[in-house]
């Protein structure tokens, strides 16, 4: 059975990108009150894009997907769920919401992990929410040719118990000795889980839940604010790279978590960019900027397309009607080029042509 000694980090040798990834990460969070003393209104619009981006994005890794005007409805309680996808999405909002909420009430133990996957599941008609997996649920890929090879193979049903008991425990032994930085700790909990895959669904899910439980723990708000799940997302296929390469030799001890330390780190680090770049928005417009210096501002550092709904979420200080104006304005002074119409709209610069 799996052994997990967290406490041998502390010999290892890390590479420059993982030094410089936790020196920067350290620096936002020494910063981050000072990032988030700003206007509490824009600061709430950034927590509700960030909650619909988290949902959104975790769920679409996974295909699960629906609309946007119907999950802006399952996020704001304006709906009930009308198929499987969506019941999906609900759970994980609620979860989502529990764990903004009270996360320092959650502790890192199997009963609390049982509980999330069981509210993850509510919605759904499966029986297996809040239970460990009771079936081998190997990690297969279809090949071009039409055959199914396996890539991994997660630890059988009847030792997940004992070795997420194990988990958690040695997790909470290396946090509270202090001599392995929680920004490696949470990583390597995070592979760890993976390569168990406790669950008979939703071990991905669950994964990015209990990476921002473990972030916001140790410290590292910036989940509230940006869409982790998001950045994982749009990096998808460097995320299931790194964690091929992380999970080579992990029954026998023998892995190397780094690539998937790398990867973690620096999505968390271009989060904390990602909020100081935004909070830089809420201070322009403090500053009697008017919407169109506010949005003019910002597009003048965008690469490519766009839509009026990215700009909303880059200026949470904006609302929807002011973004559209100011758009227009900017097409209308030929500063941007307006490309496709109704909800395929898209603007690009001018320049870009």
Not at 23 to 40: D, S, T, V
Not at 313 to 328: D, I, M, R, T
Request: aromatic share 8%.
């Amino acid at each position: 059975m799996r052994e997990f000694n967290y406490a041998a980090l502390k010999e290892q040798t890390w590479s420059n990108e993982i030094v410089s990834y936790v020196a920067q990460i350290h620096e936002y969070k020494g910063k981050q009150k000072l990032l988030l003393y700003q206007k509490p209104v824009a600061l709430d619009r950034l927590m509700e894009i960030a909650r619909i981006q988290s949902t959104e994005g975790s769920n679409s890794i996974e295909g699960i997907r629906t609309t946007n005007p119907r999950l802006r409805q399952l996020i704001a309680s304006k709906t009930t769920p009308r198929n499987r996808d969506e019941e999906e999405i609900l759970g994980y909002r609620n979860v989502l919401d529990l764990v903004h909420e009270s996360y320092e009430y959650i502790p890192i133990k199997s009963n609390y992990i049982l509980q999330l996957h069981r509210d993850l599941m509510h919605f759904t008609s499966y029986s297996f929410g809040g239970r460990y997996k009771s079936a081998p649920n190997e990690i297969d890929m279809i090949l071009p040719s039409g055959e199914t090879a396996t890539l991994f193979v997660p630890v059988p049903p009847h030792e997940v118990p004992e070795v997420i008991e194990r988990l958690c425990g040695a997790y909470d032994r290396a946090l509270a000795e202090g001599r392995v930085d929680p920004l490696i700790l949470i990583p390597c909990f995070v592979l760890d889980f993976l390569c168990i895959h406790p669950f008979e669904d939703g071990n991905g899910r669950m994964s990015r839940l209990l990476t921002l439980l473990l972030l916001y723990r140790a410290g590292y708000m910036v989940g509230r604010y940006i869409s982790v799940e998001k950045a994982i997302e749009k990096t998808k296929d460097a995320y299931y790279d790194a964690l091929a390469a992380s999970d080579v030799g992990w029954h026998e001890g023998t892995n190397d978590p780094k690539p998937f330390i790398e990867y973690m780190l620096s999505v968390i680090l271009s989060c904390y960019r990602d909020l100081e770049r935004r909070v830089s928005m809420v201070e322009v417009a403090g500053a009697r900027s008017t919407s169109y210096d506010i949005v003019l501002n910002h597009v003048q550092d965008v690469i490519g397309p766009f839509s009026k709904r990215d700009v909303l979420e880059a200026c949470p200080a904006l609302g929807s009607s002011s973004v559209e104006s100011a758009l227009k304005r900017l097409v209308d002074e030929g500063a941007l080029t307006k490309i496709g119409a109704g909800r395929n709209t898209r603007y690009v610069r001018a320049d870009a042509h």
